[in-house]
């Protein structure tokens, strides 16, 4: 494992992001990105990655 492999993740139980989540949405690239609490959330596999 690299430090690039290493991310923090949020779990989905959490709480899920969609339209009427009250989070920002913005586009990034083939995805949709989630602003929360100061930072991007991106759905991945069973989880959200923090951009």
Not at 21 to 29: D, I, L, P, S
């Amino acid at each position: 494992m690299t430090i690039t492999d290493i991310h923090a993740e949020h779990s989905l139980a959490e709480h899920t992001h969609g339209a009427d989540c009250g989070h920002e949405a913005v586009e990034h690239g083939d995805h949709v990105d989630y602003v929360h609490d100061g930072h991007k959330h991106a759905a991945h596999a069973d989880h959200y990655d923090e951009h």
